[in-house]
């Protein structure tokens, strides 16, 4: 076991069949002590296609991301790996810190089918698997491996798909190791999004964007490097992305990558903005959000957590997620969302000392009175009933590595939520028995009440790989001119400033989709029936903002948290039943503008009781779990 704050720990004797979790313990019932009986008999394996009943939320409601479909009955509007890969895939590049090829062929075998695979890991045996199983595919040159060289205690994280098509690529962020528990069940989720090539003139112009130089960097940065693929597929590697239109992008890619990056120098301070926690702080600047959000809470979840005082939680870290200003009148007297972007970025560049210096900050704090302000920091962290509990028992807990000694500090133990609501309120997608593996952050409004009682209004959400540790998110040094990472991580950043408006329906058109007529050639898009279909499968998220749009600040699309997967359906209509219907007849709605971020846990966090512990790796757990077992298990 490794004494890095990343890490991702696996069970020890886990295998792709669950024989370790002892034959048929997969198949008990069982009660959890705090609620209500929970488990069923779990299906052998995951559905391989998209749930038809999820286009019903999608017309209303879209999601900001996807939840991994998990071995029980509540997977609507859930994905599976398979769902994200299918299609003519003419090259991919998977990037992972765990990835079972063993399990996968079973799996996801569509993933293995793709003509040419370029595998960035971060596990030493994965090329001796390939090796001694799949020795033609490196011999023929349409598999190639790399693991990213990283510092001590700093691993390739990353988790991500790129996937190019005939007509088109997909980028898919995600949070799940490619393995059996992962996979099948711990709460995991995807964003990912479809992009087009680009025109003759786009190409001939040298056009960009934000997303293409964010992503084209990023895989510069891990080391992978280009090679020639013959005549059908050219040039293979970082700049082959350039083929294609990132402009549409409903999401800001935030990446981590190991190096000591900034310095004194000037010229050196931008490298330290862009990787890590002063990247999300400078993309939160330049947002303008609702009044609603003042010192509104700010909730983190993550299946790791590393060692860090609470300086850099507060006053580092947390300076960062507090980043971004109101709204203020003026901007929508205007109706110039953009503003504040700009004021914010000008006092970025000034500061608040004046014009910048040779040992200028990476980023000044924001305490104008036009910020968002502090508000509490609220961490999600499994208990150990909630592990034991889990639909792994305490096998789960083998991938969420927390040790006594980070966990038992003053500044984080105030701060622990619970994974699962109260007994009394719904479960948020069925994942209170999927132990979290996904890591999410977000800022929630709880001082003003949704007004027709419905869950709060997020300001932004955050979806990747990152878990909460300086190591992923990197720490200041030198009076914060320069800023230490030690991991690769890639993560999304989902905002209403990066989504478009609702449309009405007589005017809805169906977003890009690279697959559409591979999927239309199967039959499983047939005629009319495509459209709501390939919206499912080319965007995760909600409507992209097309470059062209723009609209009324007051008119912005709404983030909110569903409690469930049918409190989101409950929400899509807000008129009667036979307003809905001349609606519906018209081709116009009444819902409200929004959508939902799937967060598997209640928002607001349950705070810890006092009878409820911190899961820790590093503790006897005596209690056996649903499958009888103690932690640690024998095998360590």
């Known amino acids: 076991m490794s004494g890095s704050d990343d890490d991702e720990i696996v069970f020890v004797g886990e295998t792709r069949d669950g024989s370790a979790l002892e034959g048929d313990a997969k198949r008990v019932r069982y009660e959890v002590s705090d609620g209500p009986a929970l488990a069923t008999e779990i299906p052998s ?17 879209p999601p900001l991301f996807r939840l991994f479909k998990t071995e029980n ?40 089918a793709i003509p040419r695979l370029h595998w960035l890991h971060g596990q030493d045996d994965l090329p001796n698997w390939i090796r001694a199983n799949c020795s033609n595919k490196t011999e023929t040159g349409e598999w190639t491996t790399l693991k990213p060289a990283t510092p001590q205690w700093g691993t390739h994280h990353s988790k991500f798909f790129l996937l190019v098509f005939p007509a088109g690529c997909r980028v898919v962020v995600h949070t799940a190791n490619l393995c059996y528990g992962d996979l099948t069940a711990m709460s995991n989720a995807a964003w990912w999004q479809d992009f087009p090539k680009k025109t003759a003139r786009q190409s001939a112009t040298h056009e960009t964007s934000e997303f293409e130089e964010d992503l084209v960097r990023y895989l510069n940065r891990l080391g992978w490097r280009g090679r020639d693929e013959g005549a059908r597929l050219g040039h293979v590697g970082p700049e082959a992305f350039r083929a294609f239109d990132f402009a549409g992008a409903g999401a800001k890619l935030i990446a981590s990558v190991p190096g000591r990056h900034g310095g004194a120098d000037p010229r050196d301070r931008r490298e330290a903005s862009i990787w890590g926690h002063p990247a999300l702080r400078r993309a939160l600047a330049k947002m303008a959000f609702s009044p609603t959000f003042r010192d509104a809470p700010i909730v983190g979840q993550f299946s790791s957590i590393g060692s860090f005082s609470e300086k850099w939680l507060v006053s580092e870290f947390g300076e960062s997620l507090r980043a971004g200003s109101l709204r203020t009148e003026r901007d929508a007297a205007t109706d110039d969302p953009a503003r504040s972007a700009r004021e914010n970025e000008g006092a970025e560049r ?28 609220q961490l999600v962290w499994p208990t150990v009933a909630e592990v034991r509990a889990s639909l792994l028992g305490y096998a789960a807990g083998g ?45 929630y409004a709880a001082s003003e009440p949704h007004p027709r009682g419905g869950p709060p209004a997020l300001a932004w959400v955050f979806l990747g790989s990152h878990n909460l540790s300086g190591a992923a998110w990197g720490k200041f040094e030198k009076n914060e001119t320069q800023l230490n990472v030690l991991s690769y991580e890639l993560g999304v950043l989902l905002a209403p400033a990066l989504v478009g408006p609702r449309r009405a329906k007589k005017r809805t058109e169906t977003p890009f989709c690279a697959v559409a007529a591979s999927l239309a050639a199967r039959g499983i898009l047939p005629g009319r029936e495509s459209s709501p279909s390939a919206r499912f499968l080319c965007l995760a998220g909600a409507r992209p903002r097309c470059a062209s749009e723009s609209f009324r600040v007051g008119a912005e699309i709404r983030f909110t948290h569903a409690g469930s997967v049918l409190e989101w359906s409950r929400r899509t209509k807000r008129g009667t039943e036979a307003e809905n219907a001349k609606d519906d007849a018209d081709g116009e709605d009444n819902a409200d503008d929004f959508a939902v971020a799937p967060l598997p846990y209640p928002v607001p966090p349950r705070r810890y009781g006092p009878a409820d512990a911190p899961w820790t790796i590093d503790t006897v757990h005596a209690e056996p779990d649903c499958f009888g077992r103690t932690w640690p298990p024998r095998a360590l």
């Open 45 to 61: 394996r995951t559905e391989l296609s998209p749930d038809p009943t999820a286009e019903r939320y999608d017309e209303y409601a």
């Open 73 to 112: 009955t509540h997977n609507e509007a859930c994905v599976s790996v398979s769902d994200l890969v299918r299609g003519p895939v003419r090259w991919a590049v998977v990037s992972n810190f765990k990835i079972d090829l063993d399990f996968m062929q079973d799996h996801a075998p569509e993933l293995l």
């Open 350 to 377: 000034t500061g608040p000392a004046g014009p910048a210096g040779p040992a200028e900050r990476v980023s000044s704090p924001s305490s104008s009175s036009s910020s968002l302000g502090a508000g509490p920091i």
């Open 399 to 443: 991938s969420i590595p927390g040790n006594t000694r980070n966990l038992a500090k003053p500044h984080v133990a105030a701060r622990l939520h619970a994974w699962r609501a109260p007994a009394t309120k719904e479960d948020p997608y069925g994942r209170a028995r999927a132990a979290p593996h996904i890591k999410t952050f977000a800022r």
